[in-house]
């Protein structure tokens, strides 16, 4: 099977180098950060490791990076003399790294997953331990890491029911690779069971918490008064099929709470274009949030948070939020983020990314499901027109979002663990 599936990546870089010159016309520009997915790093790079053994901490996208700033927060006041690495799959999850993470040292690209190619990174940047975050196993990286005898560790582990079924699917190719992974830190007691049920140790099995529940440093809330003086209601992280949904519930409630203000914030920033095109199509008031001079809304409109990195902080001028992935089959994003700004919080039905949360949201009084696209203008108006209830929905939610506050506590003592192995066993030249 990993034959099979090196056979795949190899194909497909062929067909890459065919079509090289396409790559400059498409609009995601794929060839961003080549030179570091093929395992060559610009000298400044190098440099800003200082010849040292780094901690590198892998976070795929947007939401892994934001999550991992407590842990890299912490292992910089722990061990203020290590150098610490983050690497992403995505164009915005880099600059989230660089813009929003001031304790990392350095960011790259994740090699492309090729044998000599993840051999050439490792070598290059020897790693003292890894930390990968989330479901990122990638199978030439393990093998890897594993043959240079450095430590690979999993936290805030999560296994969805779909990815289980994908992991016994290909069980010839992922067995070999789980069993290499050193230490596995999941976020709650049903992940941690789905992966033993797929024959990981049981010893290698922890339950640390997700890190997405730990306690952020708070920002200041983002000033909206330019925009309107109405009740603020923020769908945060939404993807396609959910904004044009969220535009007939706005219409809706509009009639209702004139001075009504909507902020749209699309999960990837490439979409941008294609939710401005909505709301144009419907002919609502606009504005984007990258317009600085545009004027206050009159009677309520949407504002387009078409800037990255700011969605935390405008989730603090929320009377109402709504968290996006969830109205279609995505899985859902982090319920936790209005939640720690005593926010009520609202999701759909399609939360299997966020479940333990969701459900625990639920059964505390501090979010609320609906059911589907029909049931969003009642949950919204109602918590609206009932500041009182809103209120007190979102006091619970913040405790909800405070319980797990030891994450990262837990967490370091596993790291902590890989660190004295990865003492003892050195790294193969």
């Not at 304790?103 to 050439?120: G, I």
Request: with cysteine; proline share 7%; hydrophobic share 45%.
């Amino acid at each position: 099977m990993l034959s099979l599936y090196n056979t795949l990546w190899h194909v497909g870089l062929m067909i890459g180098i065919a079509a090289w010159p396409l790559l400059f016309v498409l609009p995601r520009r794929p060839y961003q950060g080549l030179r570091e997915r093929f395992a060559s790093y610009p000298p400044e790079l190098l440099d800003s490791l200082g010849g040292s053994r780094p901690i590198w901490i892998h976070a795929a996208s947007v939401g892994e990076v934001r999550s991992a700033a407590p842990l890299l927060r912490c292992m910089k006041t722990r061990w203020p003399e290590r150098k610490l690495l983050l690497s992403t799959v995505t164009a915005t999850g880099r600059r989230t790294g660089w813009d929003a993470l001031p304790d990392v040292d350095a960011v790259t690209y994740l090699p492309l997953d090729v044998p000599w190619l993840v051999s050439r990174s490792l070598r290059r940047l020897r790693p003292e331990v890894i930390i990968v975050l989330e479901t990122e196993i990638w199978p030439n990286f393990i093998h890897a890491a594993r043959r240079l005898r450095i430590p690979l560790m999993v936290l805030s582990g999560r296994v969805s029911p779909r990815g289980a079924h994908l992991f016994k699917r290909f069980r010839r190719l992922f067995r070999p690779v789980l069993e290499h992974v050193s230490a596995f830190g999941m976020q709650d007691d049903e992940n941690a069971a789905r992966l033993l049920r797929l024959g990981v140790e049981p010893a290698k099995v922890t339950v640390t918490g997700s890190l997405k529940h730990a306690p952020a440093a708070q920002e200041a809330v983002l000033d909206l008064s330019g925009f309107g003086a109405g009740p603020v209601v923020v769908a945060g992280s939404t993807h396609r099929g959910e904004e044009e949904v969220l535009l007939e519930v706005f219409a809706e409630l509009r009639r209702r709470f004139p001075g009504l203000l909507m902020v749209l914030a699309p999960r990837h920033p490439e979409r941008f274009v294609e939710v401005e095109r909505l709301l144009r199509q419907r002919g609502l008031p606009y504005r984007k949030r990258s317009d600085r001079k545009g004027a206050p809304f009159g009677e309520g409109g949407v504002l387009l948070l078409d800037t990255l990195g700011e969605l935390p902080r405008v989730y603090g001028c929320a009377d109402v939020a709504f968290v996006g992935g969830t109205l279609v089959p995505a899985g859902g994003h982090n319920l936790l983020e209005p939640a720690r700004w005593a926010k009520p919080v609202l999701f759909g039905p399609h939360h299997a990314n966020v479940a333990g949360t969701a459900r625990a949201l639920v059964e505390q009084g501090a979010g609320v499901e609906v059911r589907g696209a029909e049931d969003l203008p009642a949950a919204i108006g109602d918590l609206l027109a009932e500041p009182a209830r809103a209120a007190a929905v979102g006091r619970r939610a913040a405790l909800a979002a405070a319980a797990d506050g030891d994450v990262v506590s837990r967490s370091i003592k596993l790291v902590c663990r890989q660190l004295r192995h990865s003492a003892a066993r050195g790294v193969l030249d």
